[in-house]
């Protein structure tokens, strides 16, 4: 089992900034990527911006420049700072893993993923 912890969603004004974490923990041996994903109402779920172990980012076009994220030196924490938000950024925000286990799976050794629960983020006026 993993465990995800979310935190850090709310509501704020169009302009405004949040900042995202991500807790990683339980049966991990190492983690590769680490992100977002956000699915807002009606629409498919989608990535948001991930980095991996080697601190190589990917991000979405539209939050290029607003977006950042970072990762702490155990690289079991992730954070997404959002700045200059918009009202399209309003979605359930998923915090995202992709790791090795430590214990193996009945059905073999493989990279697995897993996801947070969600934190929602709402940008209005």
């Known amino acids: 089992q993993v465990q995800l912890v979310e935190s850090g969603g709310g509501s704020v004004q169009p302009g405004g900034s949040l900042r995202l974490s991500c807790s990683v923990s339980g049966n991990i041996y190492t983690i590769d990527n680490m992100g977002w994903f956000r699915q807002a109402p009606g629409k498919q779920r989608e990535l948001v911006a991930t980095?991996?172990?080697?601190?190589?980012?990917n991000y979405t076009d539209s939050v290029k420049g607003r977006f950042t994220i970072s990762r702490e030196i155990d690289k079991s924490t992730a954070f997404l700072q959002m700045n200059s938000l918009k009202p399209e950024d309003t979605a359930v925000y998923y915090c995202?893993?992709?790791?090795?286990?430590?214990?193996?799976?009945?059905?073999?050794?493989?990279?697995?993923?897993?996801w947070g629960q969600g934190t929602l983020v709402t940008v209005s006026s």
């Open positions: 995202y893993v992709y790791y090795w286990p430590l214990a193996v799976p009945d059905d073999g050794a493989r990279w697995l993923e897993d």
């Open positions: 980095m991996s172990r080697s601190s190589r980012t």
